[in-house]
């Protein structure tokens, strides 16, 4: 069984500061790429920032330079700062972990942590 705990949500003003972390924990096998989606209510969800193993990242051209995404790999954990929010950022994140096993590797997700920026 895979765990996630995802934290750090919660209300925040227009130009406000948000941090989530998701844990994952388990019987994860070796993780690879890790990451943040977010989905608004009637919409697909949509990559918000991705790290691998090694560090590399990439954003949503909507939060580059206000987002960063960083992890922690001896805790298994993936960390998104959140800067200048922005009311519509608001929305449900949901993060991601691409788990590797003997047979494959297979993407693993959180429950979700809703975040709301008032203006």
């Known amino acids: 069984q895979v765990q996630f705990v995802e934290s750090g949500g919660g209300l925040v003003q227009a130009g406000g500061s948000l941090r989530l972390s998701c844990a994952v924990s388990?019987?994860?096998?070796?993780?690879?790429?890790m990451g943040w989606y977010r989905q608004a209510p009637g919409k697909q969800r949509a990559l918000v920032a991705v790290?691998?193993?090694?560090?590399?990242?990439n954003y949503a051209d909507s939060v580059r330079g206000r987002f960063t995404i960083s992890r922690d790999n001896a805790k298994n954990t993936v960390y998104l700062q959140m800067n200048s929010l922005k009311p519509e950022d608001t929305t449900v994140y949901y993060c991601?972990?691409?788990?590797?096993?003997?047979?494959?590797?297979?993407?693993?997700w959180g429950q979700g942590t809703q975040v709301t920026v008032s203006s």
């Open positions: 790290i691998s193993s090694g560090g590399t990242t």
């Open positions: 388990g019987s994860t096998g070796s993780i690879n790429g």
């Open positions: 991601y972990a691409d788990l590797n096993f003997a047979l494959g590797t297979s993407r693993y």
